[in-house]
């Protein structure tokens, strides 16, 4: 269609804004993200970051061992509310409490 | 919606052990065995389809079976462009088929941006694009994509007028974002919530193996042989990692090996990822997202067997659909028995590559190789290739053979060193001689060390399960040594 060369699939980045963000004068791997909004995306870098760091060194010259990964945080897979929301195992036996509290809230508000 | 090309199905029929179904056109509308019966397809490969069940793909009734996931079941009946990207609106389907890539979000059973290839059918599921309109193949928003022909910048793309820019604020945000919330449950009911799983002290497994694959369920089955306790993990549906990918594994292979695994005493779970790891929770914890419950977990040893995730090669309109993984084409073929081309083209020359085009040769699927491909044509699906020499050549498929990246993330949460290697992949977790990363009784092995291929990571596997069991096993003495 348009002829894009995609490197950030979910964030619909291409080549082109790397090579644009490059000539702006940013060199960091945490830089690019920040400017282009690659590896921001549902898949979280898995397909994008290893392009972007070897444009990286490939571009400005930078050995490859020098180029660290951006931050990965979690959750590293999507993860539904109500499992990250469980009482703890050893908080068992206060789960009852907890449950009062929250209708104290309730016929508070 | 959905547009669908009538066409026979391209699943295998299945005609025996050792048999190929007949190449070409026509293997029978449907034609997928009896429902129930495992089926022998591909090279009399077993092939667990399962119980025959339809889909409803907005409101469209699609064949599919229980063994099948959603990405699957659409494909083999023809489904092309699946939803829309986020930005441009360019037409998406899957390009990894094992769950990483992101390209097959759609909205599945009233729930936005679901996996459609880690989704496994049932009866009746519904299923739907998202963010295209009216449809996913003739989206009016792909408008966007020919107003910005390279890209955009959108840290300058005001207007001179304070006014303009309040109208284009309000344009964009209502625009953006990806798939709409999800529908509401009758009656509002709360969901439950699950208590979490905590396994530390004396109920925490000697050896977590991170991954299933190849080299997770062979280090996996070391370290229980050894005498440790073991728990391993998949983010799969079903474990084998790339097994399920490789002509010469495949799903029996990868049963085979979980079998193996389970027999010397090793608990292993599938669907089941890591889902970060919190350094600072009390010495360390790894929270696993089991499909019921939350798992809280303090290994004694833990073994990154993580695997890559596949990769795209840079060239225009590389994500065009049917421009997918030479790996995802693989599990098309080898784990779920469906056809993944008529014309297929085979670029890049990753080690699997080779043995990729023979498998789809034998498929009778004509295959052209090339070392790369230049452009991609074709509007909701690929239709043609520029290759390398600058040839055109006619095919429906374009299978892009990149090394896969190792799949580093949790061990970088845990905070292993790893260092970029472009030749191997990606940045890969530093180990020494015997599997050990930068951190005591942290190991990993396999691709996630740089890309090796099955086989080399099952031995790589066994090597780092057996030292990882002895780390353990030295850790449990200096416990009971401890007052």
């Given at each position: 269609m348009s002829g894009k060369v995609i490197v950030c699939r979910c964030e619909d980045v291409t080549l082109h804004d790397v090579e644009h963000t490059l000539a702006r004068g940013y060199r960091d791997i945490e830089e690019v993200k920040r400017y282009t909004?690659?590896?921001?995306?549902?898949?979280?870098?898995?397909?994008?970051l290893r392009v972007v760091a070897c444009l990286l060194a490939e571009r400005t010259g930078?050995?490859?061992?020098?180029i660290a990964p951006f931050t990965t945080r979690p959750p590293i897979a999507s993860v539904p509310l109500r499992l990250l929301a469980g009482p703890g195992a050893e908080d068992l036996t206060s789960a009852r409490d907890d449950d009062a509290t929250d209708e104290d809230h309730g016929m508070a508000g | 919606m959905i547009d669908r090309r009538?066409?026979?199905?391209?699943?295998f029929s299945g005609n025996g052990p050792g048999a190929l179904a007949g190449?070409?056109?026509?293997?029978?509308?449907?034609?997928?065995?009896?429902?129930g019966a495992p089926e022998a397809g591909t090279r009399g490969r077993l092939l667990a389809r399962g119980e025959a069940v339809t889909l409803d793909l907005e409101g469209d009734p699609v064949p599919a079976f229980r063994g099948e996931t959603v990405a699957v079941a659409l494909f083999a009946s023809?489904?092309?462009?699946?939803s829309r990207s986020l930005k441009y609106h360019r037409p998406r389907s899957f390009f990894?088929?094992?769950?990483?890539?992101?390209?097959?979000?759609m909205r599945i059973d009233g729930r936005p941006n679901v996996k459609a290839c880690q989704t496994p059918c049932s009866d009746g599921l519904r299923v739907a694009s998202q963010?295209?309109?009216?449809?996913?193949?003739?989206?009016?928003?792909?408008?966007v994509d020919w107003l910005f022909p390279r890209g955009m910048d959108h840290h300058h793309m005001?207007?001179?007028s304070r006014a303009m820019n309040a109208v284009l604020r309000k344009v964009t945000r209502q625009m953006s974002g990806l798939g709409r919330l999800p529908d509401p449950r009758p009656g509002n009911v709360r969901p439950e919530t699950p208590p979490l799983r905590r396994l530390a002290g004396?109920?925490?497994?000697d050896v977590l193996v991170v991954g299933a694959g190849p080299a997770g369920l062979a280090a996996a089955t070391a370290a229980a042989r050894a005498g440790a306790r073991v728990l391993g993990i998949d983010?799969?549906?079903?474990?084998g990692g790339s097994l399920l990918a490789d002509p010469g594994h495949g799903l029996a292979a990868a049963a085979s090996s979980v079998r193996e695994a389970r027999a010397a005493g090793a608990e292993v779970r599938a669907?089941?990822?890591?889902i970060g790891y919190f350094p600072e929770d009390g010495g360390g914890l790894a929270a696993i997202r089991t499909p019921d419950a939350l798992w809280l977990v303090q290994p004694r040893t833990t073994i990154y067997a993580t695997g890559g995730y596949d990769q795209n090669a840079l060239?225009?309109?590389?994500?065009?659909?049917?421009?997918?993984s030479g790996r995802a084409a693989g599990r098309l073929l080898v784990?779920?028995?469906?056809?993944?081309?008529r014309r297929a083209v085979v670029a890049g020359d990753a080690p699997y590559a080779a043995a990729l085009a023979a498998e789809l040769a034998a498929a009778g699927i004509t295959v052209t190789r090339t070392p790369r491909v230049q452009r991609a044509h074709g509007?909701?699906?690929?239709?043609?290739a520029t290759l390398a020499d600058g040839s055109r050549v006619t095919c429906d498929l374009i299978a892009v053979c990149e090394t896969p990246a190792p799949a580093s993330e949790p061990a970088r949460q845990h905070g292993c060193a790893v260092t970029l290697q472009p030749a191997r992949g990606g940045f890969c977790i530093d180990t020494d001689a015997a599997g050990?990363?930068?951190?005591?009784g942290v190991f990993a092995c396999g691709d996630v060390t740089g890309y090796q291929g099955p086989d080399a990571a099952a031995l790589d596997g066994a090597r780092v399960g057996a030292a990882a069991a002895a780390a353990a096993s030295a850790a449990r003495a200096r416990e009971a040594a401890t007052p």
């Open positions: 909004g690659f590896g921001t995306g549902p898949c979280q870098g898995k397909e994008c930078v050995a490859p061992s020098a | 009538l066409q026979p199905s391209l699943r190449p070409g056109p026509g293997d029978g509308p449907g034609a997928a065995g009896q429902p023809g489904a092309r462009a699946l990894c088929l094992a769950g990483h890539c992101g390209a097959c979000l963010n295209a309109w009216p449809s996913a193949e003739h989206d009016a928003f792909g408008v005001f207007t001179g004396a109920s925490a497994p983010d799969g549906a079903v474990p669907a089941s990822p890591m060239f225009e309109d590389n994500d065009r659909p049917g421009v997918i784990r779920f028995g469906v056809r993944p081309a509007r909701a699906w690929v239709s043609a050990l990363t930068s951190l005591p």
